[in-house]
């Protein structure tokens, strides 16, 4: 019964902007190894890495053969170096446009080469007071419609940020609203000719590997996690890539998955709780430690709270064998669906929507990097991304605590083929509803995954109990609608939602009673409705319903006290269907008032919308 979408929701993950490039006449002369790190960071944020680099294997002789163009393979850092932080700025060398934007030299410098393609980035927003976005992108390139980060007033955040290197190995980020910038080189990917082992991207299952909801319960401060990794992925694994989520975090605090033979407290994070009850979520790509044939990393806990940790692939060291699946292809940040400009509007709770991919990747394109986003969330909860046309895992990408919040989070998946009329990709599952927001950041070279089961059919959206705002327009007529005493509730004047009757969103009769003289008299002149007449109900999920009258009864009762329970809700019934029934006392001219009848004016449902 959903109705059409009349208003959509103002508010921007990101808007185009217009700034000056650098050109390389105003490049600056930065020398590969003339920037500090600078003191303890603040903040790392989400991805935070250290390691050994995987190395690529020897080409074998005559093994070259024609690549996807740009096909690159990975390398990690021997440890997480800060390139920009604008709090510090004669620490750091990077280009300073304004207070909302910086370019910042990646390639070239700290072991990243000059040829490398693209980076993994953490980029943290520390806000200024505003809401804000954060948008990285390649230098000398427009401004894409994407984003990285969002940031609510005050905020201090952090994300991975896969992102094409530009102009002379620089990127630009740029915030909405002014602010600091934080800038960590975690990796990167440098160009192939042919095939190789090592720095390649497998796709796993999505799979839950730890979750200590279940087992250890809340981590105790300054204490390690470890996580064994063994069976989940093979052992010519080099690092794997992780969807790190705290919950119930006992305080603000930040946790970090390290290797497992990293000592001491870690000096970067890959999560941020901002207080006491908080649900994040990050992608981290750790180096894996093998310890007697058995694989592992292990994750830091500042504060106490619950840690889940979810595989979804890994990169390949030099024993694999040598293959050009899994080389990643880097591209100009892309948005692929905002569903505030999209048909199916903002997601329910289990609902999902299916995200195609360009036509142009499609036949090559086993998995995607992207940067999800949820948006007004209807309620705490999570999306998990997947390819499409396959079983939803067990798994969650965005995690989010409270309802109205935007969250964003790295996440690569696997994509689905096309298949007849579905046009492939991936797909997003929302356990409580929330706009979804997806930026396409390269892809993964590769067969896409053959599709399994047929379109995933969204539930009707649950039933909205009340309150309720009641509207009827020709009358001037708006009140609250309200469960509890019928008493209480009608004698501080507002209206009372007859217990056992349905709720908005049922197939189902709504009874609705109200006085007409007494306590402000809100149905004084309900006598006065013709058919057509239009009544609508706002929730405060954000739909109103609108319903238009189809009848007006009479309900007689003794002259002692008034007709019966069942003859006044049998008359709500009287019209079939999925209706509001409006009830009060009435003399049996219509008029107010008399204790010994009732009205009852019926309206049928029309439709609903979201506003």
């Given at each position: 019964m959903r109705g059409s979408k009349l208003t959509r929701s103002t508010a921007r993950i990101c808007h185009p902007v217009t700034f000056d490039f650098l050109s390389s006449a105003d490049k600056p002369a930065i020398p590969p190894d003339a920037s500090r790190v600078g003191r303890r960071r603040f903040i790392a944020g989400a991805g935070a890495v250290a390691g050994s680099a995987v190395v690529a294997s020897a080409l074998p002789a005559g093994s070259a053969k024609a690549l996807v163009p740009g096909a690159s393979q990975f390398f990690i850092l021997p440890k997480a170096v800060r390139l920009a932080d604008t709090r510090e700025r004669h620490n750091y060398d990077y280009n300073h446009v304004n207070d909302h934007h910086i370019q910042v030299r990646v390639g070239g410098r700290f072991g990243v080469p000059e040829n490398a393609t693209a980076a993994v980035l953490t980029v943290t927003g520390v806000n200024w007071g505003q809401p804000s976005h954060v948008t990285v992108f390649p230098t000398a390139e427009q401004v894409p419609e994407a984003s990285n980060l969002n940031l609510t007033p005050w905020a201090v955040n952090a994300n991975m940020v896969t992102v094409k290197l530009g102009l002379h190995g620089f990127v630009d980020v740029i915030s909405h609203a002014p602010g600091d910038k934080l800038v960590?080189?975690?990796?990167?990917?440098?160009?192939?000719?042919?095939?190789?082992?090592?720095?390649?991207?497998?796709?796993?299952?999505?799979?839950?590997?730890?979750?200590?909801?279940?087992?250890?319960?809340?981590?105790?401060?300054?204490?390690?996690?470890?996580?064994?990794?063994?069976?989940?992925?093979?052992?010519?694994?080099?690092?794997v890539m992780?969807?790190?989520?705290?919950?119930?975090?006992?305080?603000?605090?930040?946790?970090?998955a390290v290797p497992y033979d990293v000592e001491g407290q870690p000096t970067t994070s890959s999560v941020n709780a901002t207080g006491y009850g908080d649900v994040r979520a990050a992608g981290v790509v750790v180096p894996i430690t093998k310890i007697g044939g058995r694989l592992f990393i292990k994750v830091y806990s500042?504060?106490?709270?619950?840690?889940?940790?979810?595989?979804?692939?890994?990169?390949?060291?030099?024993?694999?064998?040598?293959?050009?699946?899994?080389?990643?292809?880097?591209?100009?940040?892309?948005?692929?669906?905002?569903?505030?400009?999209?048909?199916?509007?903002?997601?329910?709770?289990?609902?999902?929507?299916?995200?195609?991919?360009?036509?142009?990747?499609?036949?090559?394109?086993?998995?995607?990097?992207?940067?999800?986003?949820?948006?007004?969330?209807?309620?705490?909860?999570?999306?998990?991304?997947?390819?499409?046309?396959?079983?939803?895992?067990?798994?969650?990408?965005?995690?989010?605590?409270?309802?109205?919040?935007?969250?964003?989070?790295?996440?690569?998946?696997?994509?689905s083929a096309p298949s007849g009329g579905f046009e492939g990709g991936f797909q997003v599952y929302s356990s409580h509803g929330a706009h979804v927001v997806a930026d396409l950041a390269g892809y993964f070279v590769g067969t896409p995954t053959a599709p399994q089961l047929g379109p995933y059919s969204n539930p009707a959206?649950?039933?909205?109990?009340?309150?309720?705002?009641?509207?009827?327009?020709?009358?001037?007529?708006?009140?609250?609608?309200?469960?509890?005493n019928p008493n209480t509730v009608t004698n501080s004047g507002h209206s009372w939602h007859w217990t056992g009757t349905g709720f908005l969103g049922m197939q189902a009769n709504v009874a609705i009673?109200?006085?007409?003289?007494?306590?402000?008299?809100?149905?004084?002149?309900?006598?006065?409705?013709?058919?057509?007449?239009?009544?609508?109900?706002?929730?405060?999920?954000?739909?109103?319903?609108?319903?238009?009258?189809?009848?007006?009864?009479?309900?007689?009762g003794p002259n002692s006290g008034g007709?019966?329970?069942?003859?006044?809700?049998?008359?709500?019934?009287?019209?079939?269907?999925?209706?509001?029934s409006l009830i009060a006392c009435t003399r049996?001219?219509?008029?107010?008032?008399?204790?010994?009848?009732?009205?009852v004016v019926t309206f049928e449902f029309v439709s609903w919308h979201e506003y």
């Open positions: 960590d080189v975690l990796g990167y990917y440098a160009p192939v000719a042919g095939p190789v082992s090592a720095g390649r991207f497998v796709t796993v299952s999505p799979t839950r590997v730890h979750d200590s909801r279940e087992t250890y319960g809340l981590t105790a401060p300054n204490s390690y996690t470890p996580i064994d990794l063994t069976g989940r992925v093979p052992s010519n694994a080099g690092a992780i969807n790190l989520t705290i919950a119930l975090a006992q305080g603000p605090g930040h946790f970090t500042y504060v106490s709270a619950y840690v889940i940790v979810d595989v979804f692939g890994y990169y390949t060291d030099s024993t694999a064998p040598v293959s050009e699946t899994g080389l990643f292809v880097p591209v100009t940040p892309m948005r692929l669906i905002d569903t505030r400009n999209h048909p199916i509007g903002r997601l329910w709770p289990n609902w999902v929507v299916e995200v195609p991919l360009p036509p142009s990747i499609r036949s090559n394109a086993a998995s995607v990097a992207i940067n999800i986003t949820g948006v007004l969330s209807r309620a705490p909860g999570h999306f998990t991304v997947s390819a499409g046309r396959l079983p939803i895992p067990n798994t969650s990408n965005v995690n989010w605590a409270t309802g109205g919040a935007v969250v964003p989070n790295h996440a690569v998946t696997t994509v959206p649950p039933p909205a109990p009340p309150n309720w705002i009641l509207s009827i327009p020709r009358l001037g007529l708006t009140s609250t609608v309200m469960p509890g009673f109200g006085h007409r003289t007494e306590h402000g008299g809100p149905y004084r002149n309900i006598h006065l409705l013709n058919g057509g007449d239009i009544l609508t109900l706002r929730t405060f999920d954000g739909r109103e319903f609108v319903y238009r009258t189809v009848r007006r009864d009479l309900v007689w007709p019966g329970t069942d003859k006044i809700l049998a008359a709500t019934r009287y019209h079939p269907g999925t209706t509001v049996t001219d219509w008029l107010p008032t008399s204790l010994n009848h009732r009205i």
